[in-house]
């Protein structure tokens, strides 16, 4: 007789993609825990952040009274999901302080991994 559970794919063989492609958690995989009394926790890995000088600047902008990380990034990028993207260029531990000096200077810049193109 086949067992129908043994068709379907173990949690490793099967990578579920549970963040949209905006997330910065986007492809870091799940992992499991089980604790001695076989309880199990599905978490998410540790996401490591971009050294912000490895990341391609493209731009400069200044902050200006009422800014807001997600206003500057639709902004940007098109899509005020990607705040984090301007928070990793910038090495905000706490994103909020990035706006809250009138006159700051912010980089923009590729994501991760994208060399600038080149000119000329």
Request: proline content about 9%.
């Amino acid at each position: 007789m086949i067992d129908p559970a043994a068709m379907v794919p173990s949690f490793q063989d099967a990578p579920l993609e549970v963040y949209d492609e905006l997330s910065r958690y986007r492809g870091l995989p799940l992992i499991k825990l089980t604790y001695p009394d076989d309880r199990e926790v599905v978490y998410v890995a540790r996401r490591f952040l971009p050294q912000p000088q490895q990341l391609a600047e493209v731009a400069q902008l200044s902050v200006r009274e009422g800014d807001r990380l997600d206003i500057l990034s639709s902004q940007q990028f098109g899509d005020a999901r990607w705040w984090w993207r301007i928070a990793d260029a910038n090495a905000a531990l706490d994103p909020a302080d990035l706006t809250s000096r009138i006159g700051t200077w912010l980089r923009i810049t590729l994501p991760d991994g994208v060399p600038v193109p080149r000119q000329g």
